[in-house]
C-alpha cells in the first residue's frame, strides 16, 4: 500500500480482511469495549446471551439480582442485538494528518481503519455513513446497510486524501469541531459514532460536542499517531515544515526532545482521563504497523482464541 497516499483499489481489497473482532455491544472479555474502561455501548435487542459478572459502569438495571444472591457476587444479564444500527464514521483527512515517519501517513492509517470499520460494519446488517473532512471539504454520507455505501465513504476518502500534498494550505484546527458538530446533528439516538483523528485541535468545545454526542449514542475515538511523535530523534539540525511555513530546529538538545515527548504524552493523558470519565474507549492505532492486526489485537482478542480452541 501506498505510504503517502492511497487508492481506492487499495481500500477495496481490504474488505476480506475485516474480520476477527466488532464494535457491537457483545464483546470478548478480554475486548477494549468490555470492563472497567469499556463505554456502555447500548444493546439492541430483548434476546438472553450470557450472564456475567458485573463490571464498573455496567447499567445497573441489567442486574439479576437472583443470580447475584446465589453466587455471592454482582451478576448481569447480557443481551443480543435484534436490529440493525447506524455508525457514523468521523474520518480526518487534514493536513495534520499528512505526516508518517514509518509505513504510511496518518492520513493513510485514517483511510484505512475507516475502511476496515466500514466493511465489518456492513457484514454484520448494520448501516454505516461517514463525515470525511479536511482543508478543502467537510462531506457528509448518510448511513446505509448496503455495501454501495461504503463504496461511496472510501470514494470520498480517497477523493480527499489524494489532495494533500507538502504544499498544502496550513492545518485549520477548527475543522474538527465543526466536523463533530454535523455528527451531533446527524446522530440521533443510539448511534456509533466512530471518530477516526488525531485529535489535533481538541478544545473546550471539542468536550462539548462529544459530551452531546454521547449523551445519546456511543462514541469509539480511533488515535492515530506516528512513532516519531512520541519521540523526536537525534539527528542535529533539521527543517520542520507545515505547508509553505518552514523552521530549523536543533534536535540534539535533549531538553528539547524531552519537552516534546512530555507534550504529546501529556495530550494523550487527557484524552484517556476525558475518555474514561465518559466511558469512551480509545482505539490508538500506530502507523508503523498494519491497521488491521492493531483492530484485531485491541477489539477482538477472545475471538481468535475461541476459534483456536474450536
Known amino acids: 500500500m501506498s505510504r503517502?497516499?492511497?487508492?481506492?483499489?487499495d481500500l477495496l481489497r481490504l474488505r476480506h480482511r475485516a474480520k476477527?473482532?466488532?464494535?457491537?455491544?457483545?464483546?470478548?472479555v478480554h475486548s477494549l469495549l468490555t470492563g472497567r474502561h469499556a463505554s456502555r455501548l447500548r444493546g439492541r435487542g430483548l434476546d438472553f446471551e450470557e450472564l456475567r459478572h458485573y463490571f464498573e459502569g455496567d447499567d445497573t438495571r441489567t442486574i439479576d439480582w437472583a443470580a447475584t444472591a446465589r453466587r455471592g457476587s454482582p451478576h448481569v444479564r447480557v443481551y443480543t442485538e435484534e436490529r440493525d444500527r447506524s455508525?457514523?464514521?468521523l474520518v480526518d483527512q487534514r493536513m495534520s494528518m499528512f505526516f508518517g515517519s514509518r509505513r504510511a501517513m496518518k492520513s493513510v492509517a485514517a483511510a484505512e481503519a475507516a475502511a476496515i470499520a466500514a466493511f465489518r460494519?456492513?457484514?454484520?446488517?448494520d448501516r454505516v455513513g461517514a463525515i470525511v473532512f479536511s482543508e478543502q471539504d467537510i462531506v457528509e454520507i448518510r448511513p446505509e446497510a448496503r455495501e454501495a455505501a461504503v463504496r461511496r465513504i472510501l470514494a470520498e476518502v480517497v477523493r480527499q486524501n489524494r489532495r494533500l500534498s507538502a504544499d498544502g494550505p496550513p492545518a485549520d484546527p477548527s475543522l474538527l469541531n465543526r466536523a463533530l458538530a454535523r455528527a451531533a446533528r446527524l446522530a440521533h439516538h443510539?448511534?456509533?459514532v466512530c471518530l477516526i483523528s488525531d485529535g489535533a485541535g481538541t478544545d473546550a468545545e471539542t468536550v462539548r460536542l462529544v459530551t452531546e454526542i454521547t449523551g445519546?449514542?456511543?462514541?469509539?475515538?480511533?488515535?492515530?499517531?506516528?512513532?516519531?511523535?512520541?519521540?523526536?530523534?537525534?539527528?542535529g539540525r533539521a527543517v520542520l515544515a507545515e505547508g509553505d511555513r518552514q523552521i530549523e530546529v536543533d534536535l540534539s538538545g535533549r531538553d528539547l526532545r524531552t519537552r516534546f515527548t512530555e507534550a504529546f504524552a501529556e495530550r494523550r493523558q487527557a484524552g484517556g482521563r476525558f475518555s474514561l470519565h465518559h466511558a469512551i474507549p480509545v482505539l490508538p492505532i500506530a502507523t508503523d504497523r498494519d491497521v488491521v492486526e492493531q483492530f484485531r489485537e485491541q477489539l477482538g482478542r477472545r475471538l481468535e482464541r475461541r476459534r483456536a480452541a474450536a
Open 190 to 192: 443510539d448511534w456509533l
Open 121 to 125: 460494519v456492513t457484514s454484520l446488517g
Open 216 to 235: 445519546h449514542n456511543d462514541v469509539l475515538s480511533v488515535f492515530v499517531h506516528d512513532p516519531l511523535e512520541e519521540r523526536l530523534p537525534d539527528i
Open 87 to 89: 455508525v457514523l464514521l
Open 20 to 28: 476477527g473482532f466488532s464494535f457491537l455491544p457483545r464483546q470478548p
Open 4 to 9: 503517502v497516499h492511497v487508492t481506492l483499489d
